[in-house]
């Protein structure tokens, strides 16, 4: 896919939210085009002033939240014997989803959101989600809790980084390691504070 990439980034500099609705729904799909390419360049046309930093949020969410709803249900219809077979004619390679079904098996719906923020494992739990037919209120806000903190932090990088964005992408699964080793943290401080402002009250 990497070929790709420029063709990528032309969409996205011409057709702007739009495009990065697209290629979100289609990286929760689990083709293989990394949300760091989308989401850290959109930050970077944030810096640059042609895109607004709520206006990729929004697009990143409504694309990736299409993408995993449309996967989950290929998953709880099709079952795993069908993407077994079908899958690697859409770049679904079976390690990529043998990683997500372990993931799933061990931590239940709780995967879901925490998934979404670590390497490869983000694009492809929604297919034992739907194998396993959870319910799809919860998997819909998981799945959105999940990728909220996820887009705004990629696309927040992006444009802090600014014309030196396409940094993210040299260092890969470290950086998507990275960033979710910083959600877990402010999830920890501000859940920390939520308590201590409960107890002063009391």
């Known amino acids: 896919m990497e070929q790709y990439s420029a063709l990528f980034l032309g969409f996205i500099s011409s057709w702007g939210y739009l495009a990065i609705a697209l290629l979100m729904g289609l ?6 085009i ?7 360049f959109a930050g970077y046309l944030v810096f640059m002033g042609k895109l607004t930093f709520t206006g990729t949020i929004i697009a990143g969410m409504i694309g990736g939240m299409i993408g995993s709803i449309i996967t989950y249900y290929i ?16 770049f679904m390679k079976k390690s ?4 997500a079904q372990r993931w799933f098996d061990k931590y239940g719906i709780k995967a879901v959101f925490f998934s ?7 694009t492809f739990i929604s297919l034992p989600a739907g194998f396993a037919g ?3 209120k919860k998997f819909i806000i998981f799945t959105f809790a999940g990728s909220l903190p996820w887009t705004i932090l990629i696309i927040h990088v ?32 501000f859940y920390i504070r939520h308590l201590r402002k409960k107890n002063n009250s009391n």
């Open 158 to 189: 992006g444009k802090i980084l600014g014309e030196n964005w396409i940094k993210m992408l040299s260092i890969g699964h470290e950086f998507s390691l990275l960033i979710c080793i910083l959600i877990v943290v402010c999830i920890i401080f």
């Open 116 to 122: 979404r923020m670590l390497p490869v494992v983000r």
């Open 27 to 32: 990286e929760n799909a689990c083709i293989p």
């Open 34 to 40: 990394p949300s760091e390419l989308i989401l850290g």
């Open 75 to 90: 998953g709880h219809f099709g079952g795993r014997p069908f993407i077994d077979k079908y899958g690697k004619y859409f």
């Open 134 to 136: 959870i319910n799809m």
């Open 96 to 99: 990529h989803i043998d990683t």
